[in-house]
Nanobody, 122 residues
């Protein structure tokens, strides 16, 4: 499985970005997909996840109400819409696939993309 994350960039606080994670190589709908982020000097942090069918989602408390995860299985792509961005959201964002149930634990994810940088200026 190969994952390609894109859509990061530099945005002012209060702005929005939409990240995309395009997958290839396996039956995409069999996998839950998660977004994680890692800021310099910090541990990898769960952001959001979505079930294979897209019917179940989960969010970290820090992004709940601001971020929305969705997926288009026909396009084998998962999206993360990020609104009301804050400087604390600055990090490299990674998408990952899990053959397990929806999880916030990075160790449950089998395949990882290369990451896309999100920088939020104050």
């Amino acid at each position: 499985v190969q994952l390609q994350a894109s859509g990061g960039g530099l945005v002012q606080a209060g702005g929005s970005l939409r990240l995309s994670c395009a997958a290839s190589g396996r039956t995409f709908s069999n996998y839950a997909v998660g977004w994680f982020r890692q800021a310099p000097g910090e541990d990898r942090e769960f952001v959001a996840a979505i079930s294979g069918s897209g019917g179940i989602t989960s969010y970290a408390d820090s992004v709940k109400g601001r971020f929305t995860i969705s997926r288009d299985n026909a396009k084998t792509t998962v999206y993360l819409l990020m609104n009301s961005l804050k400087p604390a959201d600055t990090a490299v964002y990674y998408c990952a696939l899990s053959s397990s149930a929806l999880s916030a634990a990075w160790s449950d994810y089998d395949y990882w993309g290369q990451g896309t940088q999100v920088t939020v200026s104050s």
